[in-house]
């Protein structure tokens, strides 16, 4: 089946360490996104990738770091900089970016991240 | 001002009712409208593109007013099923710019 995953589904953190979450998709898609959601909010653009090798800052990127090596593969990293981490992070990819054409973005299941 | 604002709600309805969610948007140049549904701790899915000359899928119709910079959604024969948040979306063309909006949470009650 074709779809996004991200993992783990729930993770939980230490001030002052850094964490990586996991988004592959198979779908064959340009474009991906990292978005954070905080409760009562809409979700926030944090970085997202056109291609390979490429990724841009989007409104909210400060505390946070992104690789795009391989096509289907966008992982964030959490690092220690970022400084009210605890949140709702959605990954998502589309055909083409969101804005240039109609293509929609897809959506993976989320990881909600916790800071102890 | 918000670049993407929606009623604030909640909008608690019974079965059977119609229910309209209203957005507006900032920007003039945006090109590209969405509504998503998100359910309670999930991630949103997308329920339905937005047109110029609006579109209706089934129960749901929506509209786009571009000069007034507005946007709708209507749920007819409200389901108890369609209890989720409805969010706004809203993409500029040229760069890369897609604004989500807050979202409306939608209760429908037996």
């Known amino acids: 089946d074709g779809g996004i995953t991200q993992s783990p589904k729930y993770l939980f953190r230490k001030e002052g360490q850094n964490v990586t979450l996991s988004c592959e998709q198979n779908l064959n898609h340009d474009a991906m996104y990292w978005y954070r959601q905080d409760p009562g909010q809409g979700l926030r653009l944090i970085y997202y990738?056109?291609?390979?090798?490429?990724?841009q800052k989007g409104d909210i990127a400060e505390g946070y770091s992104v690789s795009r090596e391989k096509k289907e593969s966008f992982p964030l990293t959490v690092t220690s900089a970022q400084k009210n981490p605890t949140a709702f992070y959605l990954c998502?990819?589309?055909?083409?970016?969101?804005?240039?054409?109609?293509?929609?973005?897809?959506f993976g299941p989320g990881t909600r991240l916790t800071v102890l | 001002r918000k670049e993407v604002e929606q009623d604030p709600g909640p909008f608690n309805v019974p079965e059977g009712a119609t229910v309209a969610f209203n957005c507006t948007y900032s920007n003039s140049a945006s090109q590209s409208f969405f509504w998503y549904r998100q359910d309670c701790r999930k991630e949103p899915k997308l329920l339905m593109s937005?047109?110029?000359s609006g579109n209706e899928d089934g129960r749901f119709t929506a509209q786009l007013n571009r000069a007034s910079q507005y946007i709708s959604l209507l749920i007819r024969d409200s389901k108890l099923s369609d209890s989720a948040t409805y969010l706004c979306v809203v993409a500029d063309t040229g760069g890369f710019k897609t604004i989500f909006g807050a979202g409306t949470r939608l209760f429908v009650k037996a």
């Open positions: 998502a990819s589309s055909w083409r970016l969101a804005g240039v054409s109609t293509d929609t973005q897809y």
């Open positions: 990738s056109q291609i390979v090798n490429d990724f």
């Open positions: 937005v047109y110029s």
